[in-house]
Every structure is written in C-alpha cells, then in structure tokens.
C-alpha cells in the first residue's frame, strides 16, 4: 500500500543521520499500515479527538517530561528543526539545518522569515536564546535542562554565577550563535525534541494548534493559522485520558479518532507501534542503602530484562542495556542478563526497602510489583510506592526512596542527548553534562561500549523501553509516527464522505 | 507500395501545413485536400482522362467520403473518374477496364495533429504498342503525390477507427516522469501544438504532448503564505497575451506565462485563480485562505467581487477539451463530483466517490465527456477508472492497481486522433526514495490498443 504522505516538507540540506538512528526509521516506516487514502488529498475541518492513558496536564516545554504532555506540547509548540519521514533532521522554525561550526562548538541557527506566535507576535531569535535560558531553571525543577547543558555558561548560568549564558549571542532578529562547552556536532537533534520548543514572552506557542482549554478532562485545541507551515488540517484538537474500555468503546463508536495506548485497542482500523523510546531505569540510593545497595543491585541486573518487557510491557517493548535505549544505539538486539544473584540475607538496618514508581505511567505499577516478588525472592522486602506526576519527582529529587523505578521518554536520537537526558533525569545535571561529553560525536558503534560504562558509573539499572500503539478509526488520515515517536497533530485530518 | 504507419509517422514528423486564410468560410477539410492532392495529380495528359481511383483508409467511415471528394476534384481537373471498390489487383483491374490512370490513394489522420494526410500513387495503365511483349509493364514511371490538411470535427470522426470486438476502452500507459510532486496538470494548444502543463511545488513545466520538458519556470516565494499541504490550479487557454496560467496555494497572485525559449516568463498576473480552459471557455476561482482547497466559485472571468456560493470547498475543477453536455465538473472535498454544463449550471448526475485526480475527456469521441477519475479507498492501491455518467453502464473501464496516488489530471488530445486523451499523474516514490510523478497516458486511440 502507498503511504506517500500528500504533505512534503521543506528540502533539507541532508544532514548526517544520527548514528542508531537507522533501526528506529525501520520501525517507524515498516510498521505503518495505517490509512493513507488512495487519490485523497487532505481536507481541512472538523475535530480530531484523541486519548491517551491520562489527561495531559503540561504545557511547558521546559517541564513536560511525560508521554501525554509531550504530546500536549508538541501540539501547542514548534521547535527549531523537525525529523522527516526518513528520520533526518529538517528545518523547523530554523531556515535551515545549522551546520556544526568550530569543530562541533558552535551553530547558526537563523530562523525563517516572517514567524509569529499564535498570538501574534513575531518570533525573533531573542525568543530562541530565551528559550535556552527557560531550560535551566535555577528555582524549581528543570527536568529538560539537557538540552541548554552543553552551553557554554550553562553551568555558571544555572549555579547563580553568572547573569547570563554566555554561549548563547543573538545576532539578530533572526539569527543567534550557539556555542557549546566542548564539541558536540550531535548537538543540533536537541533543537527537534519538544522541550527545545520556543515560547513568547506571554506563553504562546508557534505549534499547529492553540490551548483553548485545559482541565482535569483533557485539552481543548484551536487551530493556528499563523503556524509556519500553515494552519493545521483539523479546526479543533482535544486529548483527554480514557482507560482501555472507554477508549474503545469510543473509538469503535466514533468518538474518538485517534486512541495512543501502550495496546492496541481492539476492533480499531489500523494500528502501527512507535519506537520504544520510553526507558525505565532503576536508580538504588546508595546514601540510604549503605552496603545492602550492591545486594539490590545484583538482584535487580541479573532480571531477565526481555522476559519483563515481554511480560509487563503491554506495548511494543526492547530491552535496555545502558543508559541509552537500545533503539538509539544500533547495538546488539538483545541485553544479556547478569548471572543470577545468590540467596543471601536481607539488607542490615533495612526492615522494608522503599520501591518508588510513577503512578501515571503505563506499566510501572506492574513492573514494582514484579521487582518487588523478585527481591522477595532474594530475600530483600520491599514496599512499591506509587506517587503521580509533582509527587514522583519530588520524591526522586529529595532522594526519598531506596530503589526508584524513573521512566523517561527519550526525545532525541543521538546516543550523547539520550544519554544526557536519561543522566539527568536519574542522576542529576552533573551526571548528564558527564554523559554528553563521553558519548559526544561517537559513531553509534563506540557509543554503545562507552554508554556500559556509564551506566555502571552513574549506578543505573537499565531495564526496558517501551512504545505506544496508535489505534486509528476509519475516517483518520494523515497518522505518521516520527522516528523519535513523535506524531504532528498538525497533518491529522478526517476524510469525508457524504452521499450526493 | 509504401506502408502506411510508416507513412503517417514520417508526416507526422513534418511541419504543419498553414492555416487557411481568414475571410470566407473555410470548405470541409476533406473538399479541401481532396482538391489539394488533384491539384499535385494535375491536368490529364496528352487526353488521356480515363481514371480508375481507389482509396483506401485505415477508417472505414473516412472511404467513401473521401472518395466522393476525390471523384469530384479529379473531374474538375478534366478526368473521368470511375471508383474501384474491391479488386484484389487494383492496377490490372483498372487495364482490364481500359482506364488510362490508376490513382492509388491512402488516407489517414496524422498522429498527435488534428490533420489528415493523403498519399497517392499515380499509375499509368493504357496498353502500349511498345510493350506488348511486357503486358505487366508501364508506359511512363508512376509517381507520388500527397496532400495534407487541417482535419475538422467531422473528418476527426470520420477518421477515427473502430474499436475492435473485444478491445479495451482504455489503456493506460506512462507518458513520462517527473521529479518530485505534481500538483496540477493541464493538457491543451500553447501555442505550437499539443502542450502539457505541470505545476509542482516549487516549479511550473511546459511539456510537449509527448512528455519532454520545453520550458520551465521556479516562482519567487517570497510573500507566500505558508499551506500545509501544496497546492496549485494551471490552466492552458487564451488568458490575454500568453497561453498558461498558474496559482499556487498561498501565492498572492496568478502568474500568466509566456514560453521564451525554455524559460516560462510571467507577462501579467490576475487576481483570480485558474481553474481550467476548453473550447474557448475559462473558469476562475479561488483557494481558501490558508488551505489548498477551493472556495465554491466558478466565475467566467475574472471578478475580484465574486463570492463562493456555499461553504463547500473544492478539491479541483476540470474542463472537457470541446465542451458538450458536461462541459465542467467540480469535485467538492466531500469526493462528490457535479457535473456542470456550460453555463457551469449543474448538468448530470453527482458523482460520488471521485478521487482529486480526475480528468473530463471524451476518450471514445461520442461528443460527451467521459469521467477519468482515480479510486478514493481509503485502503486499496489506486486504480484508473473511467465513467461514462450518459450511458446506463456508467463504469466502462478499471485499470490494474497502480503504485502510487492519482493526485492530479487533465483531459485534451494528446494522441492527435481527433479524440480527447485523459492524463493523470501518479505520485509514488523513486529508486531513491525521493517523491515521482508518473504522467498517466488514459487513452482510447486505436493505435495506443493492444
């Protein structure tokens, strides 16, 4: 079947493919049977409703973190470059893909003409440095600082040490120059990931679609007309929570035309999976555990990680192996398991170790709960607790917990970013500008080796990532799943057919 | 004798012969090169006024006509003319019947032009006293003579060939292919014959009808504003001073183009966008703001004043080449196509079901345009379909699946067998991945049937 997408975006310069990226453009683009209709072209209207596990409940670039609020985001925002449909980077609000400068250090970036958020103002290359600058946060969590910390400055900036960042100079209305610590030339993949989006000093988006509305129910959308790729297919957008009943239920009745769960919803059209980029790690507090850490930690590698992501994974999932999922490496297929720990006593002092999972994350709950049997097993007790969204990751970040399970959904396809971003989400902003500087500008064959060795430094436990399913109803055209799981609401549309 | 493909071929090849002049009527296209060709055979010679003539036509229809025209020019000329029908040896029959001439005629429409073409062979056939050891043998050297002229409607149906007993209607084949998307197609006269148009989203083509690139033009996009999804509407008719117009969804204006050379140069621009022209007729529309769709508005000219008469919105708008019942149509974004009169006023019945890339063509030539549409389902590969909306049997052929989406057409004669020819292109994917336009050949001419 032709899947010719009827939209071809702007040329692009053909960058460099990310290095792993290959296995994640398989996935995306030979697992697609989804409607494409044959002699359609797009029509504009309607309202595009889809469901998700939760209701989104973020819109900030420089917050979202979850799956749900990705998704929110990417609805309302636009970032400076894109992914095609072959996985390559491609111009966004930037004109053009910046070409790495200084060895790897610095970057152009030069925005398109004539830009404006959805409010209307322009958007100007001041917006793009402070977008950078939202990233690190000083007060309040900044869980997509990953982003901004290769900077030159950033960590001064974030520290208090200094006013401003001093890798970031706006040139010009349209132009600003990047410069990075050290050599990065993977750096630009940051510049398509959500959290890169820019924002107008009064909190609009340049995003196909405008927050009209955002409750406990889910988000109201409008369309933009002033998005620079042109107003979106559909005139409204919501996204709400379902769980898999209602979801299907609604989606067989025509409620819904777009339901991202991790299963597929039963009796749907077409379905197609997206790449498994939501890694879950396990982090053992060291400082809490004291000697019993390396007793759970033998316990939690020598799990057959295949086995849990085929047991309790309902959606398409991969074993992890190192802090960067396996599908950004194009590394072995399979992680090993570690040889099985031997019985032993529980751990001194610790009558009952603390489990800490997200409570809003597909999976999580079943997976403590198998952690918890196989630490029984080897003879440590554990209590799962599940915390939801603000509550998880004060937790995480106050250190209260003995062993946390961290899901985080991965947005950028170069093993330094991913790294990056998994180090910062599990270890800290220490971690992470460690983890970007040892991967920077690996091939994907020596990043592999490299991200073992990290992960054994930084302490995490790789486990699975997993991916969601897209369950379409009949009248839903337009459905493309981007290499790095990402799908443009924009190019959704509804084909109409109406007797003469 | 010389072949007669091989004949037309080498005709085809050569220059067209002048218009008439303007001023009275022109006399039917078969009077006038009848008399043309009698005209090369010239005044008998030495009396001898005894013609026996034979024509021959790869048309049945076109036989007898021409022959009436030929008979009565070459009596004009100062023959007598007795008409052969039948003999399997045309030269001895013509002896046996004492004729002094034996004037051999072959006839047929040239391709890709709207003419016809006549070969003669002159052939001595008294007895001569010289030669009555050598009976076979001819007193003076046969010699060629041939004519052509500008075909009308009439002789085109005249000259158009039967279909054979279980021929297809159609066949579809590819004309050629272009690089990237084609957005809009259009098939007409530029100027010098047959043309193609094809706008893209970064470029307008002017193809010869047989597909190769003459000319071209990349609009300045600057000032555009941004579409989600291309889109353009082309159109090849007289638009005041140059034959092509074009509008890209987003472009402030309509480009009326000029061919200088291989450049295609804007000579003037409208405020309205070109829907499609036929037969003397254009229609004017115009995009939705921000959207590659169509606003319900079909205007005869262009008038900045005019609003859409519903909400309805549009995919696109087709012309047939020579108008008829259903001069127009207009596919709505519901994949309902209305079929449209003239006056544009609803004239059939609506379509449901058409895909965008349609085309109205009257393939068989009956005077009443077929439907070449694509097939809008949501899950099988495309295929060519053509409708016949005046006939009770409305599907009249359906093509092999094809690899890739009808997403642009066009209907004119492009075959030059007097008969309009469809052509749709196909978007798919090339050896490198990168986006193709396949130009779909939807034809009913006889020499394009297996």
């Known amino acids: 079947m032709p899947t010719l997408p009827v939209n071809e975006p702007e040329p692009a310069p053909s960058p460099e493919r990310s290095p792993g990226l290959a296995i994640l453009v398989l996935v995306a683009a030979l697992t697609l049977p989804l409607p494409a209709a044959a002699g359609v072209r797009p029509a504009y209207g309607g309202e595009v409703r889809v469901a998700l596990p939760a209701a989104p409940r973020i819109t900030d670039p420089a917050l979202a973190t979850d799956p749900g609020d990705l998704l929110l985001v990417r609805a309302i925002h636009a970032t400076p470059l894109e992914l095609d449909a072959d996985g390559r980077l491609s111009p966004g609000l930037l004109e053009e893909v910046p070409a790495p400068e200084a060895g790897g250090r610095a970057f152009r970036l030069r925005l398109r003409a004539g830009l404006r958020f959805s409010d209307g103002t322009p958007i100007a290359a001041s917006d793009v440095a402070a977008a950078f600058v939202r990233l690190l946060a000083r007060e309040g969590p900044a869980p997509n600082a990953w982003i901004a910390l290769p900077v030159l400055g950033a960590e001064a900036f974030q520290a208090g040490r200094a006013a401003t960042l001093a890798g970031v100079q706006v040139l010009s209305d349209r132009e600003l120059l990047v410069t990075l610590a050290s050599a990065m030339p993977e750096w630009p993949w940051a510049l398509a990931a959500p959290a890169a ?68 919803v039963p009796g749907a059209t077409a379905t197609a999976p997206s790449p498994p980029l939501l890694a879950t790690y396990a982090v053992v507090n060291w400082r809490r555990l004291g000697s019993g850490a390396e007793r759970v930690r033998r316990v939690l590698g020598a799990l057959d990680r295949a086995e849990l992501g085929k047991l309790y994974a309902r959606g398409p999932s991969a074993p992890t192996s190192t802090l960067v999922p396996q599908p950004v490496l194009a590394g072995p297929a399979a992680a090993p398991a570690s040889p099985s720990a031997p019985g032993a006593p529980g751990i001194p002092g610790q009558a009952r170790l603390v489990l800490l999972a997200a409570a809003d994350v597909p999976d999580q709950r079943a997976l403590a709960e198998r952690l918890q049997v196989k630490l029984f097993d080897a003879g440590v007790r554990a209590a799962a607790e599940l915390e939801g969204g603000g509550r998880f990751a004060a937790r995480l970040a106050a250190e209260d917990f003995d062993v946390a399970l961290v899901p985080v959904q991965v947005t950028a396809l170069a093993p330094a970013l991913a790294g990056g971003q998994v180090a910062l989400a599990t270890r800290g902003p220490g971690a992470a500008r460690r983890a970007m500087t040892e991967l920077a500008g690996l091939p994907a064959a020596a990043a592999a080796p490299r991200a073992e060795r990290l992960t054994r430094t930084l302490d995490l436990v790789p486990l699975f990532s997993t991916g969601v399913r897209a369950s379409a109803g009949p009248a839903l055209q337009g459905l493309r799943i981007r290499a790095d799981g990402a799908i443009d609401l924009g190019d959704l549309w509804l084909l109409r057919r109406e007797g003469p | 004798m010389l072949a007669l493909p091989a004949l037309l071929a080498a005709l085809a090849a050569a220059p067209p012969i002048a218009a008439p002049p303007a001023g009275a009527p022109p006399p039917p296209a078969l009077t006038a090169v009848a008399a043309d060709l009698a005209r090369a055979v010239g005044a008998p010679l030495d009396d001898r006024r005894g013609l026996a003539l ?67 062979e002159v052939i001595p ?66 100027g010098d014959g047959p043309a193609i148009a094809a706008a893209m989203p970064g470029a307008v083509l002017l193809l010869s009808g047989d597909g190769a690139v003459r000319a071209r033009r990349e609009p300045d996009r600057a000032g555009w504003a941004p579409v989600r999804d291309p889109a353009a509407t082309l159109a090849i008719g007289d638009f005041g001073g140059a034959r092509l117009a074009v509008q890209w969804a987003g472009a402030p204006r309509t480009e009326v183009l000029a061919r200088r050379g291989d450049r295609l140069e804007v000579v003037a621009s409208l405020p309205a966008a070109p829907l499609c022209a036929a037969d003397g007729a254009r229609v004017f529309g115009q995009f939705v703001a921000g959207t590659g769709l169509l606003a319900d508005l079909l205007a005869p000219v262009v008038d900045p004043a005019a609003r859409p008469r519903s909400e309805r ?40 079901g058409a895909g965008v890339g349609f085309a109205l063509a009257d393939l068989d030539g009956d005077g009443t345009a077929e439907v070449v549409t694509s097939s809008p389902t949501a899950t099988a590969p ?22 890739g989406l009808l997403l642009a057409g066009a209907g004119g004669d492009l075959t030059g067998d007097g008969a309009d020819d469809a052509l749709l292109g196909l978007v798919g994917r090339g050896p490198d991945g990168a986006p193709v336009t396949d130009l779909l050949l939807v034809t009913s001419d006889l020499r394009e049937l297996p």
């Open chain 1, 197 to 264: 989006a820019v924002v107008s000093r009064g909190g609009a988006g340049a995003g196909p679609f405008v927050l009209q509305g955002l409750d406990g129910a889910g988000a109201r959308l409008a369309a933009n007309g002033l998005h620079w790729r042109g107003r979106p297919f559909a005139d409204r957008l919501t996204v709400k929570g379902a769980d898999p009943r209602a979801a299907a239920r609604a989606l067989s009745g025509g409620d819904l035309e777009l339901v991202l769960r991790p299963e597929a």
């Open chain 2, 54 to 120: 034979r024509v021959e036509t790869r048309a049945p229809a076109l036989a007898a006509p021409l022959e009436t025209a030929l008979a009565d020019a070459l009596a004009r000329q100062g023959y007598a003319v007795a008409p052969q029908r039948g003999a399997a040896d045309a030269e001895a029959a013509a002896r046996a019947g004492g004729q002094d001439w034996l004037l051999r005629v072959q006839a047929g429409l040239v391709p890709g032009r709207r003419e016809i073409a006549l070969v003669g």
């Open chain 2, 125 to 190: 056939a008294w007895e001569s006293f010289f030669l009555q050891r050598r009976p076979g043998a001819r007193a003076v050297p046969p010699r060629l003579v041939q004519a052509r002229g500008a075909a009308d409607p009439e002789t085109l149906l005249l000259g158009r060939e039967e279909r054979p007993a279980g021929a297809p209607f159609a066949r579809v084949r590819t004309l050629t292919r272009l690089p990237g998307r084609v957005l809009a197609l259009a098939v007409g006269d530029a």
């Open chain 2, 313 to 352: 919105t549009l995919y696109g708008v087709a012309a047939a080449a020579r108008g008829g019942t259903y001069a127009f149509a207009a596919l709505g974004t519901d994949l309902n196509l209305v079929l449209l009169g003239p006056d544009l006023e609803p004239a059939g019945p609506v379509l449901a």
């Open chain 2, 382 to 403: 495309d295929r060519v379909r053509v409708l016949a909306p005046a006939t009770g049997r409305p599907l009249v052929f359906e093509s092999d699946p094809l690899d």
